[in-house]
């Protein structure tokens, strides 16, 4: 079953936050970041792998809730170059399987 | 870095035709992975491979099958191509478990007239 993104789309300016929405109807083993510029590759930004964890660098950050269904990406203080998609992405425990969730456009305007 | 190598950015293609989608990635990576990419659906697994000649079936497999006859090599065929699978399709890459990211292609737009 495919992780459901929230907002689908965000249109914010140049200072703002924001707040992307990972979730899923079962435990996640890890969860992965990734964003994608127009005409782009996914290009991976970061991963958890227990509930409860937060991490980031810069500007971005992400956490992990306790079940370990729910995780959510923070953009502060958003810049141009933030504007792409941003999906999650995880493992099915076990197995090689590799799914993404739904995606988020974001822009970021001047 | 990894490079991952799909073989043509554009493709134009006919209804019906058999149609061949190369990625070749230089990093020994085990996993090897098809996804197609589609406005507000995000990206479909399509099918994977943790191994030379081993392949699984992703969520939307139907009218694709793959080849994975060396380990740096992984092909998409689209065995009757229809409109229906014009899209973006991405080759990833990983090495070892679950834990590891994805390594992406540039993708290749296909289309099916």
């Known amino acids: 079953q495919q992780p459901v993104q929230s907002p689908q789309a965000v249109i914010l300016r140049e200072g703002e936050d924001a707040v992307i929405n990972c979730s899923s109807s079962k435990a996640l083993y890890s969860v992965h970041w990734y964003r994608q510029k127009h005409g782009e590759a996914p290009i991976f930004l970061m991963i958890?792998?227990?509930?409860?964890e937060q991490k980031g660098h810069d500007k971005i950050s992400a956490s992990f809730n306790e079940k370990k269904q729910q995780s959510s990406l923070y953009l502060t203080a958003s810049q141009l170059s933030y504007s792409g998609t941003y999906f999650c992405?995880?493992?099915?425990?076990?197995?090689?399987?590799?799914?993404f969730g739904t995606g988020t456009r974001l822009k970021v305007l001047a | 870095d990894v490079k991952v190598t799909q073989s043509s950015r554009y493709l134009v293609k006919r209804t019906g035709e058999k149609v061949f989608l190369e990625c070749v990635q230089d990093?020994?990576?085990?996993?090897m992975f098809w996804y197609r990419q589609d406005p507000g659906l995000g990206l479909r697994l399509i099918y994977f491979?943790?191994?030379?000649?081993?392949?699984e079936k992703g969520d939307i497999p139907e009218g694709y099958s793959v080849s994975r006859e060396k380990k740096e090599r992984f092909s998409l065929i689209l065995e009757s191509a229809s409109t229906n699978q014009t899209s973006m399709y991405l080759c990833?890459?990983?090495?070892?478990?679950?834990?590891?990211?994805?390594?992406f292609g540039d993708g290749t737009r296909l289309s099916i007239l």
């Open positions: 491979s943790y191994d030379v000649k081993m392949k």
């Open positions: 958890l792998l227990k509930g409860g």
């Open positions: 990093m020994d990576h085990e996993n």
């Open positions: 990833a890459s990983s090495d070892g478990g679950g834990n590891q990211p994805q390594h």
């Open positions: 992405g995880t493992a099915d425990s076990g197995t090689y399987k590799y799914i």
